[in-house]
């Protein structure tokens, strides 16, 4: 059964941290390119961040120099590190494969969204 729980998030005041973890299964998770997406209230999934099979990671804007990707293979997990985290960043955060695609953001999620996890930002 392919699932994909993410957690870590909370309630942080600006500026503050958060490191989220998404843990994989039902998938050979060593081979896929991850993402991270968020969504906020009423919004579409975002992409956030991506990370390849040997560490290339690729950021949204909205996030370049804020937010850092990595993942332990070994652990068939997947991690967000957020920092000087802004209201703007509240939503669920997600984590799912993703496969290349010809049109922005130029990546697409290969299977259902799992569990989410809730961050939410406090001025």
């Known amino acids: 059964q392919v699932r994909f729980v993410a957690s870590g998030g909370g309630l942080v005041q600006a500026g503050g941290s958060l490191r989220l973890s998404c843990l994989a299964s039902g998938i050979i998770f060593d081979i896929n390119t991850m993402g991270w997406y968020r969504q906020a209230p009423g919004q579409r999934h975002e992409l956030v961040a991506i990370?390849?099979?040997?560490?290339?990671?690729e950021y949204a804007d909205s996030v370049q120099g804020r937010f850092t990707i990595s993942r332990d293979n070994a652990k068939n997990t997947v991690y967000l590190q957020m920092t000087n985290l802004r209201r703007e960043d509240t939503a669920v955060y997600y984590c799912v494969p993703v496969r290349g695609d010809a049109s922005w953001p130029y990546w697409v999620p290969t299977d259902p969204w799992g569990q989410g996890t809730q961050v939410t930002v406090s001025s």
């Open positions: 990370i390849k099979r040997f560490g290339e990671a």
